[in-house]
Structure formats: structure tokens, C-alpha cells
């Protein structure tokens, strides 16, 4: 688990909670903002991911103050859930959430309005896009493990022609500045 954040206001959204699974590859990505209490957090947890998927065994997480904080401590052992912390300034220790933390960087900076106040309607669509394609590791889409059926879609084909005409589009504007 870790969040991305100073992102722009998005519907009173600031940040993004991104959450891995380590054997399926599964990410789900949350809309919140920066300043969420561990109650907060714990909620979240429980709506977003225990209760649409399944209680995590271990957690991999920094030790941000959220996580680190006695309540979320608590809850972690009620829950008989280990936390595995991360080495601080070495975010290679969670690297399979950092790199989707990149891959979701760059899919949102892909599709936002120029503006950047959307981005928080398009987690949907990159939570979906991330967990149908097929992970380099497993040889297959994050969803295999949880669906009988993969989603048939050309929907990756479509998001990758469309990524990098989005991308040479931003360029250009950019450059033309």
C-alpha cells in the first residue's frame, strides 16, 4: 500500500491510496486526499479492498505516520494481518507498488483535462486497464485468478494507440509554449 499526493484538487481529492496484491498483481487505486485520519484509512481498507476482494495476509507499506500510528497497528492485529514496513528511502522494498504508482502517473497526466480537476473519474478506468493487461511476471491479466472470463475488450489496444496520441498531443503543446 502507499499513496500518491499532491496531486491536484480533484473534487476535493489530493491523493491516491494504491494498493498491490503480491501474487495476483491486482492494484486498486482509491481517491482520498492527504490529510485522511487512520479511521479514515481503516474505512477505506475495509470498503475498497477486504470487503471486494480479500483480508490480505501481510501488508507491504513506508512508515508513514498513517500507517505507522497505533490505531492502524491495532487494527492490523485484530485483523491478523502482518505489516511488512519499508525501508525508509528505499522505495525499491515495495517496488511492485512503486512501479504502479509510475504506470498510474502516467495514465492519468495521459487522459486529465488540461486543467487537471478530473483526474480522480479516471481511477476507474486505470484500475481496470492495469488489472486486464497481462502482468510480465505471472503471464497472465490480474484478473485471471479472480474471474473465470477475462474481460474481452479491446480496450487495452485502444488505451495504448490512444496513450501515445494523448502523449504526442501534450507534447507538442508543451514544446509550442
Known amino acids: ?9 480533484s473534487n476535493s481529492f ?3 491510496l494504491v494498493v498491490v496484491y503480491i501474487f495476483s498483481k491486482m492494484a486498486i487505486f482509491i481517491a482520498t486526499y492527504e490529510t485522511i485520519t487512520s479511521l479514515e484509512l481503516a474505512q477505506i481498507f475495509i470498503s ?23 490505531f492502524w497497528n491495532n487494527l492490523c492485529q ?3 494481518i502482518s505489516r511488512d514496513l519499508s525501508t525508509s528511502f528505499h522505495p525499491e522494498t ?11 502517473e502516467q495514465y492519468l497526466w495521459m487522459y486529465v483535462s488540461q486543467h487537471q ?10 484500475e481496470f ?12 491479466s ?28 501534450k507534447s507538442n503543446q508543451y514544446s509550442n509554449q
Do not use: C
Not at 500500500?1 to 484538487?9: A, H, N, R, V
Open 14 to 16: 489530493d491523493s491516491t
Open 48 to 70: 475498497h479492498v477486504f470487503s471486494k476482494n480479500e483480508l490480505p495476509v501481510s501488508i507491504v507499506h513506508d512508515r508513514g505516520s498513517l500507517f505507522v500510528s497505533s
Open 142 to 169: 490480474p484478473f485471471s485468478p479472480f474471474m473465470e472470463e477475462i474481460p474481452a475488450l479491446t480496450q487495452s489496444i485502444f488505451l495504448r494507440t490512444h496513450l501515445l496520441e494523448s502523449y504526442q498531443q
Open 94 to 104: 515495495n517496488g511492485q507498488t512503486e512501479r504502479v504508482n509510475q504506470m498510474l
Open 129 to 140: 486497464a492495469y488489472n486486464n493487461e497481462e502482468h510480465s511476471s505471472t503471464k497472465q
Open 1 to 9: 500500500m502507499d499513496f500518491i499526493t499532491q496531486l491536484p484538487l
Open 78 to 80: 485484530k485483523l491478523k
Open 117 to 126: 480537476v478530473d483526474w480522480h473519474t479516471w481511477l476507474h478506468l486505470a
